[in-house]
């Protein structure tokens, strides 16, 4: 159990255009979903916390008019790159949490590469 | 206070020997400690995890030890096989205001020689 896809797996777009990911929490509801970006040989960055049916909280740093997140339902999260650039590229991963403890487990989905020429 | 800091940023260990990963943290709030391994081009999936109120615990050949007072622990990995070969990564959180976040640790590659 405990299964998050991602959609699409590896994106390649032109430089101005938008780009949306799909995460889904395949066999259990997602209170919370987590949005991360991962460069090369790097750690995970949180970039945002989405909760069903409120506006997602972004972290320090983060263009929340750039990253669009969207969490209509509690299997569903997307993650909207707006007029994409190349800088952009990354390795976007979320994951799903059940509940809403700390102690609760974060589940990952396979990620997303994303590539703007 | 929020950082994690996990070492060694790279391990090699021949096969059948022990992968030892280390993590420190400051804030003494974090309740919860998993630990996430990736192999290249997937995400992290979660491996072990532990409460600050365990000293240890273990999972087949894997087994997470935590040391309350230092504000330490860490990972070993016992009978190492390649197939172990992977970026290791620590993490911690903790509820209330932090929002229940996970701060992640830079991460170990290890490689595993057979």
């Known amino acids: 159990g405990a299964v998050v896809s991602q959609h699409p797996s590896r994106v390649i777009c032109k430089s101005g255009t938008s780009v949306k990911i799909e995460c889904r929490s395949l066999?259990?509801?997602?209170?919370?979903m987590f949005w991360y970006r991962q460069f090369p040989k790097q750690s995970l960055m949180l970039m945002a916390t989405?909760?069903?049916?409120?506006?997602?909280?972004?972290e320090q740093g983060v263009e929340k008019d750039k990253f669009l997140i969207n969490h209509a339902s509690l299997t569903l999260s997307t993650l909207t790159v707006t007029s994409a650039h190349p800088e952009d590229s990354s390795f976007y991963i979320c994951?799903?949490?059940?509940?809403?403890?700390?102690?609760?487990?974060?589940?990952f989905g396979p990620g997303t590469r994303l590539t703007v020429l | 206070q929020q950082q994690v800091k996990q070492s060694p940023q790279s391990l090699i260990v021949q096969k059948g020997g022990i992968s030892i990963i280390n993590c420190a943290y400051e804030n003494t709030a974090f309740d919860y400690f998993p630990w996430y391994q990736q192999f290249p081009g997937k995400g992290p999936a979660l491996l072990i995890a532990i409460r600050p109120d365990v000293s240890e615990k273990k999972e087949g050949r894997f087994t997470i030890s935590f040391n309350k007072s230092a504000k330490q622990f860490s990972l070993h990995i016992m009978d190492s096989q390649p197939g172990d070969s992977a970026t290791y990564f620590c993490?911690?959180?903790?509820?209330?205001?932090?929002?229940?976040?996970?701060?992640f640790g830079a991460g170990t590659i290890l490689r595993v020689k057979s």
């Open positions: 989405s909760n069903e049916g409120s506006k997602a909280t972004y």
């Open positions: 993490a911690a959180s903790m509820g209330g205001q932090a929002g229940n976040k996970l701060v």
């Open positions: 994951s799903a949490r059940r509940g809403a403890a700390s102690t609760d487990t974060q589940y």
């Open positions: 066999d259990f509801q997602a209170t919370t």
